[in-house]
């Protein structure tokens, strides 16, 4: 990841040039983001035990890849316990 990133600067890899797009079309179409083709980076089914993310690199010749989904763990079970404590 970049040091330098501004704030959307991941919506020209999302929306231009296919990106996420193109994913969101495929699911749409055939509720598999992968398509029949399977064009793109390979988007692997949703796994709680080792969740994957798609990831937008800057300034790659691949700026799509998926990797482990686990930066944001201890926030997120955090925010469950506190939930879970103080129920709204």
Same mark, same amino acid.
């Given at each position: 990841?970049s &040091?330098?990133?501004?704030h959307?600067?991941?919506l020209?890899?999302?929306f231009l +040039?296919g990106?996420?797009r193109d ?6 179409d055939t509720?598999d983001?992968n398509?029949?083709?399977g =064009?793109g980076v ?5 796994d709680p035990?080792?969740?994957? @993310? =798609?990831?937008?690199?800057? +300034?790659v =010749?691949?700026?799509?890849?998926? +990797? /482990? /989904?686990?930066?944001? &763990?201890?926030?997120? /079970?955090?925010v @469950?316990?506190m &939930? =879970?404590?103080?129920?709204?």
């Amino acid at each position: 990841m970049s &040091s330098f990133q501004f704030h959307g600067s991941d919506l020209t890899n999302a929306f231009l +040039g296919g990106g996420l797009r193109d994913y969101i079309l495929r699911f749409a179409d055939t509720l598999d983001p992968n398509g029949r083709e399977g =064009l793109g980076v390979f988007w692997p089914q949703w796994d709680p035990a080792k969740p994957k @993310a =798609l990831i937008f690199k800057n +300034g790659v =010749l691949f700026p799509i890849v998926t +990797g /482990d /989904d686990n930066y944001r &763990s201890q926030p997120l /079970d955090y925010v @469950a316990n506190m &939930s =879970l404590r103080y129920p709204i």
